[in-house]
């Protein structure tokens, strides 16, 4: 049986991309590891992250397709909008068709905590998931 801890994680996808595989996998290792999933599924717009963001310390978005710069155009807009958020914010998956230089920059200068421009496993996620969270 898992550990039960405080936090909470808000998972989805972004955009037009419909990859759900390792948005399942990621749902089941987090609450396997026990926290609490608030899971928002494949093609969510991304004005639901932020208004599902305060009831989590960490926002996980997905974007499999390529098409992050193109979906997450209005992330700075939505900050201001929404004010200094409280959550840590991640982003992963296939964020670049093509060359992904200068990505993971462009990302973190908008206002995300962590990004991962390609594939990575979920072991990383949930080692660095509980270190950004140690003292949340």
């Known amino acids: 049986m898992p550990q039960i801890n405080q936090h909470s994680?808000?998972?989805?996808?972004?955009?037009?991309?419909?990859?759900?595989v390792g948005l399942v996998i990621l749902r089941q290792a987090f609450s396997?590891?026990?926290?609490?999933?608030?899971?928002?599924g494949t093609q969510t717009k991304l004005e639901e992250f932020f208004y599902w963001s305060p009831l989590c310390n960490a926002v996980m978005?997905?974007?499999?397709d390529?098409?992050?710069?193109?979906?997450l155009q209005q992330f700075p807009e939505l900050v201001r909008k929404y004010?200094?958020?409280?959550?840590?914010?991640?982003?992963?998956g296939n964020l670049a068709v093509g060359d992904?230089?200068?990505?993971e920059q462009h990302f973190l200068e908008i206002g995300f905590n962590r990004v991962w421009v390609n594939f990575v496993d979920v072991e990383t996620v949930l080692a660095t998931l509980k270190r950004d969270l140690y003292n949340v």
């Open 66 to 71: 390529g098409h992050a710069k193109y979906y």
């Open 9 to 20: 994680i808000l998972l989805g996808g972004i955009g037009g991309d419909s990859h759900s």
């Open 83 to 92: 004010g200094p958020q409280k959550s840590t914010w991640y982003l992963g």
């Open 100 to 103: 992904a230089v200068g990505y």
């Open 61 to 64: 978005i997905s974007n499999m």
């Open 32 to 40: 396997m590891n026990g926290y609490r999933v608030l899971y928002l």
